[in-house]
């Protein structure tokens, strides 16, 4: 990482300011990242950093390496060579010849940050089977760092107190703890499910860190400058209030929150560039494997806006983490009764299609139509690992469904070819539903079709058909899948005329 970007996110973990100037920012501190029971990720180095007085002695030793700290005024780090998966490692720091820092329960292996809104956050004691696998849960090598907001943004009016640390950027709190029944229950079920089956199938210790807020936009999970400088997302920072960029579910709840408070500028969670300020920032330079994301709820209104905002915001983690492939493996929405949803899924689809190494899992086939937050996430978690599994460690297993990629019109029907598609069938063994032709009127309409090897074919005798669609419904009841039970995603795509 660069001398600019470790200074800019300790100034923000650290809680220092440029103004302090050679003052005295409040004595030793590591970033909040670091604790005992933390992972390492192997094979990259190891880098610790913080604050501390200005001309402090800082000494650390890992394992039976030491460094004299490397520091620029109040901030400090100290980098480590990679070492493989296991442990335990030690860690030492001395300030002044004043031992700090002892800790005897260091491992390394392979570490994922988990993010996005309510469906990360959703706990694993409330998912379907939740309580079974809480009983279970048990696991030294599995790691649980859950960076969590210190007040929850439910429908309720902040107090004055939680308003000024929101202003102050100290929202965020949490440790490194061991997977145990106590434990997992608050965690992500999602991470959970995930962080279980990659250290079931890797035998490596896996630490997961999970920065997750409900309801919160994705514009609040980017850095300032990012958007900033972006002339469409910019006036986001504009009148909160009325900001028709911005869902009115975000601005209701934003001004609900903040209701108590008389300043001007008060800022919540929910504000652009704010959780990447208090939450991501402070993690910038702890290496990771990757990132899964479950997040758009709260901007399915403007698929479009979010396909903008999406790429600024993966353009934006991936500079600030000096990690240009940083790997990106995210959840498709899944099935709801609200009307912009099949657009936002299909969005969604085309930008994993676009992105360099992001992946996208399927979820559409495991919602509810009433409830934003569906509970079947031991799923979710498990599809979004088998895409780790085979595209970041080279597993051969099947992590993903059928996905259309040319559809042609030749004579008398409509051929839609797949990948991924060996064993394509229909999942309950009924006919193909929700598949949808549309001709130069832009009307669609269900029509029967066949499954052939790989292929989907439509009989369209007499028909100028301009595009196909399929599980176009809010809450999609298509049954396209492969012989693994992989679902096939939303999907609208233009027909080609096959020469």
Request: glycine share 8%; with cysteine; proline share 7%.
């Amino acid at each position: 990482m660069t001398r600019l970007l470790l200074t800019i996110f300790l100034y923000i973990c650290c809680g220092i300011t440029p103004s302090m100037g050679s003052g005295n920012p409040g004595g030793f501190r590591l970033a909040p990242v670091f604790g005992e029971h933390m992972v390492v990720q192997q094979k990259k180095p190891i880098l610790f950093y913080g604050s501390s007085n200005r001309g402090d002695q800082i000494r650390v030793r890992f394992d039976q390496e030491n460094r004299q700290a490397e520091t620029t005024g109040e901030l400090w780090k100290a980098e480590f060579p990679p070492v493989p998966a296991g442990g335990p490692h030690s860690l030492e720091i001395w300030v002044n010849d004043t031992l700090k820092i002892q800790w005897h329960d260091i491992l390394s292996g392979e570490v994922w940050l988990c993010s996005g809104q309510s469906n990360m956050a959703f706990e694993l004691k409330n998912a379907e089977g939740g309580q079974a696998a809480v009983q279970v849960s048990g696991d030294p090598g599995l790691r649980l760092f859950n960076y969590r907001g210190f007040i929850a943004t439910d429908d309720i009016a902040f107090d004055r107190s939680s308003l000024d640390r929101i202003n102050k950027l100290d929202y965020f709190e949490g440790a490194w703890q061991q997977s145990s029944p106590e434990q997992a229950a608050d965690f992500s079920a999602i991470a959970y499910h995930f962080g279980r089956l990659i250290r079931e199938k890797l035998q490596v210790p896996v630490g997961l860190v999970q920065v997750a807020v409900g309801g919160a936009p994705i514009e609040s999970f980017i850095d300032r400058k990012s958007l900033e400088d972006h002339p469409v997302l910019v006036p986001e920072f504009r009148n909160r209030e009325k900001n028709e960029l911005i869902m009115e579910w975000v601005r209701g709840r934003i001004m609900r929150n903040i209701g108590p408070s008389a300043l001007k500028n008060q800022r919540h969670p929910y504000d652009p560039a704010y959780i990447f300020d208090a939450g991501i920032a402070p993690l910038g330079g702890f290496p990771v494997q990757g990132v899964i994301w479950y997040q758009g709820e709260s901007n399915a209104h403007d698929a479009e806006l979010y396909r903008t905002a999406f790429k600024v915001f993966l353009q934006s983690w991936r500079n600030f983490r000096n990690d240009p492939e940083l790997p990106f493996l995210f959840a498709q929405l899944s099935g709801i009764d609200r009307p912009s949803w099949p657009v936002f899924r299909d969005m969604q689809r085309r930008l994993a299609e676009e992105m360099p190494r992001t992946w996208m899992a399927v979820t559409s086939d495991l919602g509810d139509s009433l409830n934003v937050h569906p509970i079947r996430k031991r799923e979710v978690g498990e599809r979004l690992a088998a895409l780790a599994l085979n595209k970041i460690y080279g597993k051969n297993i099947v992590c993903e469904g059928p996905g259309p990629f040319k559809i042609t019109r030749k004579e008398d029907r409509v051929t839609i070819s797949f990948r991924s598609a060996g064993g394509l069938r229909t999942s309950d063994g009924k006919p193909l539903r929700e598949l949808e032709i549309a001709g130069s009127d832009g009307i669609f309409m269900e029509v029967p079709c066949t499954i052939k090897g790989k292929r989907v074919e439509v009989p369209c005798a007499g028909q100028n058909i301009q595009a196909v669609r399929y599980a176009w419904k809010p809450f999609s009841h298509g049954n396209l899948v492969n012989r693994s039970a992989w679902p096939a995603s939303t999907f609208l795509k233009e027909v080609s005329v096959k020469p």
